[in-house]
């Protein structure tokens, strides 16, 4: 069982960075790919972005592409979401979650966070 802890979340204004933090109880790098979803309040929850298990690859949602970055810390254990440039439609809880083929497919995942609180005032 993979317990995924956040951090990072906050309020900032429009224009502004964040940057998310995901910590995983035990090594994911070659088991897990990883990610974000996030789900804004009366709206289905989104894939956001993805690194695969690898590492080669990334993975992002044409609505965040160019504005966002995701990397990961293998020797922590750690992925983050450098967030730039932040919308007021970037408003959301933001998970992380872990799956085998996450990137290749991004709609489910094996394991997630309790979610973090992006808020972007206009």
């Known amino acids: 069982q993979v317990q995924l802890v956040e951090s990072g979340g906050g309020l900032v204004q429009a224009g502004g960075s964040l940057r998310l933090s995901c910590a995983a109880s035990?090594?994911?790098?070659?088991?897990?790919?990883m990610g974000w979803f996030r789900q804004a309040p009366g709206k289905e929850r989104e894939f956001v972005a993805a690194i695969s298990r690898s590492g080669g690859s990334t993975y992002y949602a044409s609505s965040v592409k160019g504005r966002f970055t995701i990397s990961g810390d293998n020797a922590k254990n750690t992925v983050y979401l450098q967030m730039n440039s932040l919308k007021s439609e970037d408003t959301a809880v933001y998970y992380c979650?872990?799956?085998?083929?996450?990137?290749?497919?991004?709609?489910?995942?094996?394991?997630w966070g309790q979610g973090t609180q992006v808020t972007v005032s206009s």
């Open positions: 035990e090594r994911t790098f070659g088991s897990y790919g």
């Open positions: 979650a872990a799956d085998r083929f996450l990137g290749a497919q991004r709609t489910r995942a094996d394991y």
